[in-house]
């Protein structure tokens, strides 16, 4: 049967650069903070454009420790959407801060610009906005209302690498970008891994410090950090598959391209691709106008496998019942959780399968 992701085939055609880089590291015991992390910061750092990278524990620390390295507290509010991974707006909370959502744009599922001035009060401290499914959200509205109303802009990256926004690489663009190595990300670790990535020496120099502890001379805290370090292992693995991200991303697209060829005229909307971005399709997904959880049963039954990402948006959820929102709130979000389905989109899926997920979904 088709996976919706297959990592051990991608395993597969890297196993040998894999297994050394895993080999190595173990034969040398280097195993916390060892060089393999200081050279994928530094890799990854340039490839974005920036210049500094601090490696961590999870992309979701990597927002908290963004959101700690600004200075975000209790009695701040941070603006983010309510249709994404809640680990984009719990991070707020868990500084003490209220999250604020904004409603997205239904073509490109991002937070949506023109909402953002109705959610600032004197309180807002930042915005961050989630690249979604791997299509960056229209930063330049955005970083001009941060300009204006002095916000930081804190991207949520996780599942952007290497996306382009007007020619600027996703975490170009805000203060922080914020990047998940969590396995099925378009460059994952073989367990939990994060980055943040920034211009500003002051934040490299904070993350740094509060990955251990906050603890610039060892057993010597200079202000309460946390424990959140890349391990040197995922460094290594990380760095065997670093090569490979921009080809495995043209075959995603390559994929992408195939599906919306095929699905467009038809009822399921394929995703809208704005103007002047580089999408790198970490999910494919499409609408379904009606009866969403019956067409990915029928596909289902005829193997193929699909995903809701996501079925609630976070305003609805009980973690954030505390914030007063009700359903109705955020009508595109809300809209957005009944009709999204995301298709198989792989390197390594074959084009017998792109053929059969189309053939599929085109027979209803
Ligand atoms: C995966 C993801 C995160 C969190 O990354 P982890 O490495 O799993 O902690 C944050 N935001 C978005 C949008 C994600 O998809």
Request: with cysteine; net charge positive.
């Amino acid at each position: 049967m088709m996976k919706f992701l297959d990592l051990q085939a991608q395993y597969q055609s890297i196993k040998t650069d894999i297994d050394s880089a895993i080999q190595k590291t173990i034969n040398a015991t280097q195993f916390i903070m060892g060089p393999a992390v200081a050279e994928l910061e530094s890799k990854i750092a340039s490839y974005c454009g920036v210049s500094y990278g601090i490696g961590l524990n999870s992309g979701t620390d990597a927002l908290f420790a963004s959101l700690k390295a600004l200075g975000i507290m209790t009695g701040d509010e941070v603006i983010t959407t309510p249709f994404t991974f809640i680990a984009s707006a719990d991070v707020i909370a868990l500084t003490g801060a209220k999250p604020v959502f904004v409603d997205i744009n239904p073509e490109t599922f991002n937070i949506d610009p023109r909402k953002i001035r109705g959610a600032i009060t004197k309180k807002t401290k930042a915005i961050i906005p989630v690249h979604l499914y791997g299509q960056c959200a229209d930063m330049d509205p955005i970083i001009e209302i941060a300009k204006k109303h002095n916000l930081f802009i804190i991207e949520d990256a996780a599942q952007a690498l290497g996306a382009e926004y007007h020619g600027k690489k996703a975490c170009s663009m805000g203060t922080c970008g914020c990047i998940s190595f969590f396995p099925s990300k378009n460059l994952g670790a073989y367990g939990d891994g994060g980055m943040v990535v920034t211009n500003d020496k002051k934040v490299a120099d904070y993350i740094k410090t509060w990955r251990v502890h906050g603890a610039r001379k060892k057993y010597n805290s200079d202000f309460i950090g946390d424990s959140s370090r890349l391990d040197n292992l995922q460094a290594a693995i990380l760095l065997a598959k670093f090569p490979h991200l921009d080809g495995w991303n043209a075959k995603r697209l390559e994929r992408a391209t195939y599906y919306s060829k095929q699905l467009s005229g038809s009822k399921y909307s394929p995703p809208v691709v704005d103007t002047d971005r580089k999408h790198v399709f970490h999910q494919y997904t499409i609408r379904v106008p009606e009866k969403r959880d019956k067409v990915a049963l029928d596909l289902k039954s005829k193997g193929i496998p699909t995903m809701v990402y996501y079925p609630i948006p976070l305003h609805l959820q009980p973690a954030f019942s505390y914030l007063g929102y009700k359903a109705g709130d955020f009508p595109e979000s809300e809209r957005a959780c009944k009709e999204v389905l995301s298709l198989p989109i792989y390197p390594e899926l074959a084009d017998r399968d792109t053929e059969q997920v189309v053939g599929s979904i085109m027979s209803f």
